[in-house]
């Protein structure tokens, strides 16, 4: 006889717990691995305004980006200045597109959130690759938002901007925690009635809506990835406001988004595949390989789910220690 809905409510809620346990784990390995350097929050911006970006050690693949990163954004400084004095706009915009490229490669929240969601849900390469240029091209808005409107319309100061910037901060990643908590919540009870009714997670024991992918939900992972601009599109913006070029600056940005788009793209295709391959290895679509796949599901959900949890409590600590 199959349980009810509340009976398997404590196998769920354990299933749960050792998701948030192991991918708690995870993200301390990867964390560890991508920055050992890292010992504080970084500061925000010489400008005044900017986002605290982690970054990773100074040596190895990570300190190499950096050094790539930084040479992008003294050339794009240049070549907003030789765009003041009349000249062509076409070398910044492909300046913008190689920092996008370059910078999506680094270690970021919106990468992650996107990856771990097509890993939790999303089967399609269509799908991951929509969601990876919508929260880019957000991305680029908001950051054209927060300096355009606030300084050129409303006057705002660089102590507004800012914090203007700490409530995006805080609202993206209270919304990749709640993203990563419903996902998490849905796989778990998918998990738990596939377990009750002696069937893999697909199977038509599962509720129908359990199994469909909400439009919504996708909307709000493209909000959670993207609404926290780049800090590199923020100073680049302010930079070119100071030089009385705003526009040009507009245009490297959504360049940038691009170049970000790209890369995004690239590793949600790798995301895609890489479910497949787990797929296949664990057995198809047989019972064993569903409930493995699902677990998997489960996994990067909780991921998501400590990820946001991780970035509240950092940007607490950070605004505590400012």
């Known amino acids: 006889m199959e349980a009810s809905p509340r009976g398997r409510l404590p196998l769920r809620l354990a299933l749960i717990a050792g998701a948030i346990a192991a991918a708690g784990l995870l993200l301390a390995a990867l964390t560890w691995l991508v920055m050992p350097g890292v010992a504080a929050p970084p500061p925000r911006s010489p400008f005044g305004i900017g986002f605290r970006e982690a970054a990773p050690d100074a040596t190895g693949l990570g300190g190499w980006l950096l050094a790539v990163q930084s040479s ?17 706009w076409m070398p910044l915009a492909l300046l913008g597109f190689a920092y996008g490229v370059f910078h999506a490669a680094g270690p970021g929240h919106g990468k992650a959130v996107i990856a771990g969601y097509i890993v939790a849900g999303e089967r399609t390469l269509q799908r991951g690759c929509a969601l990876s240029f919508a929260a880019a091209l957000l991305q680029a808005a908001v950051a054209i938002a927060i300096v355009g409107i606030g300084s050129v319309i409303l006057g705002a100061t660089a102590a507004t901007m800012s914090r203007a910037g700490t409530l995006v901060e805080t609202a993206s990643f209270a919304l990749v925690a709640l993203i990563g908590f419903a996902v998490t919540w849905r796989k778990a ?10 069937c893999g997670p ?3 024991h599962v509720p129908a809506d359990a199994r469909a992918e909400s439009w919504r939900e996708r909307a709000g992972v493209v909000l959670a990835a993207g609404s926290r601009p780049c800090a590199g599109a923020v100073l680049l913006l302010v930079f070119a406001l100071s030089q009385g070029v705003l526009w040009a600056g507009m245009l490297a940005v959504l360049a940038m988004a691009l170049g970000t788009a790209l890369t995004t793209t690239a590793l ?9 391959a787990a797929l296949r290895l664990a057995g198809g679509r047989g019972r064993v390989g569903a409930i ?4 998997l599901e489960l996994l990067a959900a909780a991921f998501v789910l400590v990820l946001g949890l991780a970035m509240l409590t950092g940007l607490a600590l950070g605004m505590g220690g400012a």
């Open 292 to 295: 493995a796949v699902g677990g």
């Open 202 to 204: 697909d199977c038509a």
């Open 268 to 276: 949600a295709c790798l995301a895609v595949f890489a479910k497949g």
């Open 72 to 88: 992008f954004s003294r050339s794009l400084q240049g070549a907003v200045q030789a765009l003041k004095l009349g000249g062509d």
């Open 189 to 198: 009870g998918r998990l738990a009635a596939a377990n009750a009714a002696g």
